[in-house]
């Protein structure tokens, strides 16, 4: 059973920096999507970014999905010596202010994609507690 644990999480200026980790524990297959979300309050969850692990003979293995509302800012990464993946932050502004969270997904075929599309996105199922990010003007 795969549990997730978030860290990183604090206050910061406008235009500062934050790298959130999500360390993974457990029994974790080598097809599987992982993915920052963020709630604001009173908004709803919204995707940040997706990132799929696998080695080499693992097809798509390492892709990465962006929101448009952080591309170019944010990096999602994996690392697998240490279980850990983490979502670098730059030039963050107030309305990245909200709690995050990192989530879990065994990709199966035909069991959907590995990003945010309305549609056709896989499901969630394993969460982690969240951490709170808060960006001041």
């Known amino acids: 059973q795969v549990q997730l644990e978030e860290s990183g999480g604090g206050s910061v200026q406008a235009g500062g920096s934050l790298r959130l980790s999500c360390l993974v524990s457990?029994?974790?297959?080598?097809?599987?999507?992982l993915a920052w979300f963020r709630q604001a309050p009173w908004k709803e969850r919204e995707g940040v970014a997706t990132?799929?692990?696998?080695?080499?003979?693992?097809?798509?293995?390492?892709?990465?999905v962006y929101s448009d509302s952080v591309k170019g800012r944010f990096a999602i990464s994996l690392d697998n010596s240490a279980n850990t993946m983490y979502l670098e932050m730059n030039s963050l502004k107030p309305e990245d202010t909200a709690m995050y969270y990192c989530?879990?997904?065994?990709?199966?075929?035909?069991?959907?994609?590995?990003?945010?599309?309305?549609?056709?996105?896989?499901?969630?199922?394993?969460w982690g507690q969240g951490t709170q990010v808060t960006v001041s003007s």
């Open positions: 989530a879990a997904e065994q990709i199966r075929l035909g069991g959907g994609s590995c990003d945010f599309a309305p549609r056709t996105a896989l499901v969630f199922g394993t």
């Open positions: 457990g029994s974790i297959d080598s097809n599987v999507c």
């Open positions: 990132i799929r692990t696998g080695g080499l003979f693992v097809i798509g293995a390492g892709r990465t």
